[in-house]
């Protein structure tokens, strides 16, 4: 496992003779020739005579000096010597481990020890302690410092993006397939907010020396940004000229397996730390002549893919990907202009009693670009909502909106504004909505605000406060699509939420359908119980509304068999005059 100049690195300072024994035996069969020392004072005199940093298993509790006063010293006396300290302890409440740290030590291991961990934590220091002996020796000359900080990354000791490159051109170079993977950590962002930066840095340590150990010494792994990693392995093939891409996507896949499998283990920071990864992969070849930048851009738009179909998983970049990234920067690209050019169209769909009579409307979006004519909102509202322009389209709605209502201001109809999850997060949802009904002198109590499921679970104190604020001022909500996400009795009791929506997925194949017949009505009893009104959404024939009006009571219809989508105006028109 050590580098040879690390072999020797490695001292044990305990007095218990069965630890002790256990330590010398577990390191000498990892390849260390571990130093013994029994006595606190002997450790300290060895590495304060010590000019290179070493790993110290220290236990806590020595003959002559505890391990504490030990480490205390050797922080005071021999600061620019840092030595990798672990302290050995019993000792498991949270108290000690922390009186431990704050005393100098830079990490902690319980005994009985275990092996696994042990290794783990071996690892860490050994990185460091590597990383701070091969730094005193660049500093011997700036041209060897300048190299390694250019090279190599600070906070993992793993090789960076250029050195990184640089293995990817000169493979080419030797006319050798390869492997390429760019692995992402799933929501590394959030563990940083929810434990600090100190915590997401010793993460990234761990999972930087545990990909380094999913492949052997002729692969190539290095961190390219904040939370990502690259992985270049030869393919491992004796006459590599006769590799097809066949061979290496397959290829490609068993290397990702390893990696997905190595990081489901819980990592041990944080009582515990879990995490899934998301890989992005591309076959390289150098038949391809394709330059090492381009290989990696290609990975990169596979690791995009990855993630946008939630992570945890392996794409293989392949050429419809690269149409697919070009289609959504050219839409996004024309969609902003096409705010700006007041392309977009305000569409309502009406939403109809039992009895015929007109209830409300749902508020659509529809494109009409000048060139393509009507784009779908299927195809550009999910670029908008990741390159963040449905932050303003979402503002034009609920500006367009209460428009209309201002046009018609003796009717009591409402109109429903879908709001998407980026525009409710934002710390001024509630002012900015607060502040459109305002300047537009339209009461909050014609306008629905329909949210989806997965909004309400992400936190639920914020969503709670922000519903509550705007409820109170006359605002109504509703759940669209209910039942095709995280259904919960425990969130609609705690929400302000007075209608739910069911999905079109749950109508279709109705009454004939047994199961979907089965959820309807349960969600039509669940509704009475708890006093929400409910919309059917997709009611397109006869039979669907009637099994609708015979389980439900007061069901409101909206669906072809009722009313198509219309410009805004038109449909009010139609609806109004009858």
Known sequence: MPEKYLQDKIIIA?????TLLLLKSTLE???????????????????RGDDEPRIVLLDWL??????????????LHNQKIPHYVIMLTSKNEKKDIIHALEAGADDFLSKPFDTDELKARI????????????????????????????????TTGLPNRVLFTERLESLLKEKKCAALMLVNIDRFKLINQAKGLDLGDMLLNYFG???????DEAAVAARIAADEFGVLVPFDKDNTSECSTDDVVNFLY?????????????FPIDEGVSITVSVGAAPVSCDMGLEPEEFLRRADTALRKAKSLGGNQTVIYDKKMEEEVRQRYEIEKELAEGIEKDQLQLFLQAQVKQNGEFHGAEALIRWYHPVKGMISPGLFIP?????????????????????????????????????????????????EVVSIIEEMDVPAERIILEVTEGLLVDDIDKVAS???????????????DFGTGYSSLAYIKRLPITEIKIDRAFVRGLPDDENNAAIVKAIFLMAQALGLEVVAEGVETNEQAEFLERVGSNVIHQGFLFSKPAPALETLENWLKK
Not at 14 to 18: M, T
Not at 29 to 47: M, R, S, Y
Request: hydrophobic share 40%.
């Open 14 to 18: 305990e007095d218990d003779p069965i």
């Open 29 to 47: 069969k990892w390849g260390f020739t571990p130093t013994e020392v029994q006595n606190g004072k002997e450790a300290l005199e060895l590495l």
């Open 62 to 75: 020595m003959p002559g000096m505890d391990g504490i006063d030990i480490v205390r010293e050797l922080r």
């Open 123 to 154: 690892k860490v220091g050994l990185r460091l302690t590597g990383l701070h002996i091969q730094l005193k020796k660049a500093m011997q000359s700036a041209n060897r410092l300048a190299e390694f900080i250019a090279h190599y990354d600070q």
């Open 209 to 215: 020396a545990r990909l380094n150990d999913c492949f």
């Open 254 to 266: 068993s290397k990702a397996q390893r990696i997905h499998t190595r990081m489901s283990e819980r």
């Open 383 to 431: 670029v908008a909502e990741e390159g963040g322009l449905i932050l303003r389209i979402g503002r034009w709605v609920l500006e367009q909106v209460c428009r209309v209502l201002k046009a018609y201001p003796d009717e009591d109809f409402s109109i429903s504004v879908n709001i998407s999850p980026k525009q409710f997060a934002r710390n001024d949802f509630v002012e």
């Open 466 to 480: 922000k519903m509550s604020s705007l409820s109170q001022l006359g605002f109504r909500f509703s759940i669209d």
